[in-house]
Structure formats: structure tokens, C-alpha cells
């Protein structure tokens, strides 16, 4: 019970299922993870998103902590409906308008990481186990994984809750270990040229050139 009048926007369980296998089936068709290690990785990333939906659309535990903490004090009159469960609208007391800036912000970033990662995607297969160093490759060295970060970001933006925000950075640093065991691979793999191009290439956030004069 949640007291007369007070509506419970949530329990849509049907709604969790459908959105993580999209996020999942994309996840998976662009990085396809083949070794063990990759799969430790993977099965950590979709925890996230399984976490981040089920809050959005299942169980909202973020709401029942922060109302928990702060009681009558929580910035809505309706804490359990579902524009409560967007905190930014909540707790800077924003409206449609800023649903809106959040929503193109949040979606923007989505689409982006995906295409990012379906760029990356694509030039791998089409290399057939040869060193890609154009397109996003060019810029970073995992632009794979830089992709799936700007994803979620974008999630974040649309829906923070207490478990992701933790979740975040501790994937930040699952792919940044995985990512040095592939460079290590590769160096195996491509010797000098792959040095080279560790030297000249960030691993996930690509460099801001400074201007001439």
C-alpha cells in the first residue's frame, strides 16, 4: 500500500524484459565477446543496464532509499510516480521543458555510443584480423568500449540511480584491465607497429587538439 490517491508507476516488469534484451541484443552483436575474460566483462555490463531498467520501470529502490533518508523532505508530492523517478526533475524542480532537454540530451548520447560502437564493429570484421587504425580507431584505441561508456552516460543522464552511479566506474575499470590484457595481444600480434600506435592513440577518450597560433 502506498496510501490513497498516491498512484505506484511501477511493476511493469514486461517493460525491463523487452528493453534489456535491446540493449543486450546491440551490446552483444557489436562487441561479441569470444574469451572467457570478455564475458566476465559482459556479464558485468548488462548487470548494469538488468539494474538500471528494472529501477526505471520494475522497483524503484533509489526512490524508496531517498525517501527513506528524507522522508516528507523528498522534492515530489508524489515520490513513486514515474516522472518522480526522474531525479534531475525532482530534485531541481524542473518540468516538461527540462524532461525534454534531458530526454534529447540522454537519447542524443545513446544513439552515439551505438554508432561508435557499430563503427568500431564494422572496420574489425572488414579488417579479417588485420590492424585497424582509421575511423574511430584513429582517435582512440578501444573505441568499442568508449562507445558502450558514452551508452551509459546517456543512461545515467535519462535515469540515475544509486546502484548504477556505483556500477559506473567500476565497469570504467573492468574495461580498462581488459583492455590492457587485449593490448597486450596485440603486441604479441603486431610487434612495433601496435607500440606505435599505443603511443600515438589515447585507449578511450580521444585527445583535444590544442590550437596553432
Known amino acids: 500500500m502506498h496510501g ?9 516488469w ?3 524484459v523487452v ?3 535491446l540493449f543486450a541484443f546491440f551490446i552483444l552483436s557489436f562487441l561479441t565477446p569470444l ?18 531498467f528494472t529501477e526505471m520501470y520494475g522497483f524503484p529502490l533509489t526512490i524508496y532509499i531517498l525517501t527513506g533518508i528524507l522522508g516528507s523532505k523528498y522534492p515530489a508530492l508524489n515520490p513513486f510516480s514515474h516522472e518522480s523517478g526522474h531525479l534531475w526533475l525532482s530534485f531541481l524542480g524542473g518540468g516538461p521543458a527540462m524532461m525534454t532537454v534531458i530526454h534529447l540530451i540522454s537519447n542524443g548520447l545513446v544513439l552515439i555510443g551505438f554508432m561508435i560502437m557499430w563503427k568500431g564493429w564494422k572496420l574489425i570484421h572488414a579488417a579479417k584480423g588485420g590492424l585497424v587504425t582509421e575511423g574511430p580507431y584513429a582517435y582512440v584505441r578501444h573505441p568499442q568500449y568508449s ?14 540511480t544509486i546502484i548504477t552511479a556505483l556500477m559506473f566506474p567500476v565497469l570504467v575499470f573492468v574495461y580498462y584491465r581488459l583492455s590492457k590484457r587485449e593490448e597486450g595481444d596485440m603486441l604479441e600480434l603486431f610487434g612495433d607497429k ?3 600506435y599505443m603511443e600515438s592513440v589515447p585507449m578511450f577518450m580521444p585527445r583535444i587538439k590544442e590550437r596553432k597560433q
Open 4 to 12: 490513497e490517491g498516491i498512484s505506484y508507476a511501477y511493476g511493469f
Open 14 to 16: 514486461s517493460l525491463v
Open 19 to 21: 528493453n534489456v534484451a
Open 35 to 52: 574469451k572467457k575474460r570478455e564475458w566476465r566483462s559482459m556479464g558485468a555490463t548488462l548487470a548494469f543496464f538488468v539494474a538500471l
Open 147 to 160: 562507445g558502450l561508456f558514452v551508452v551509459m552516460i546517456g543512461m545515467l543522464i535519462q535515469w540515475p
Open 194 to 196: 601496435y607500440k606505435r
